[in-house]
């Protein structure tokens, strides 16, 4: 049984309301929204099913991915690790990294879309969010 991602091209673009970002192509963001389906998964809580055959579910479900991957996208150049947005520059020899300076608000995991989380929480999927360092 092969996973069915919450979302494809044409649900991000409807949901952005903007074109395709740059550098991508439909194949391209499919895959970043099946990366973007995953982790959304991953933010519900262990033990909780969820019926995706429900329409406001499966609406939520898609809306959440939609935001994770535009969050990859605005934040960290459509990179789901958030490797990209971690450090200002990155050298290979002699090894040189720069970290970026943290953010004023607190949400320096670029691989977290507070967005996402807010529309899973509004739904009542998520009844509490834990943050760690």
């Excluded at 329409?55 to 996208?73: F, H, N, P, Y």
């Excluded at 899973?120 to 509490?128: D, I, P, Q, V």
């Amino acid at each position: 049984m092969s996973y069915q991602p919450h979302a494809v091209a044409q649900d991000y673009l409807n949901f952005t309301g903007e074109d395709l970002p740059d550098g991508f192509t439909e194949p391209k963001l499919n895959a970043l929204l099946r990366r973007a389906s995953l982790t959304v998964d991953g933010y519900l809580p262990r033990g909780v099913a969820v019926d995706s055959d429900d329409l406001d579910i499966a609406e939520t479900l898609r809306d959440a991915t939609c935001a994770q991957a535009a969050w990859w996208v605005e934040t960290a150049d459509g990179d789901p690790s958030g490797a990209a947005g971690l450090y200002d520059s990155v050298s290979i020899l002699d090894v040189t990294l720069s970290k970026r300076a943290s953010s004023s608000d607190g949400s320096d995991d670029v691989r977290i879309s507070p967005e996402a989380v807010g529309i899973l929480h509004a739904a009542g999927l998520l009844t509490m969010i834990v943050s760690h360092r």
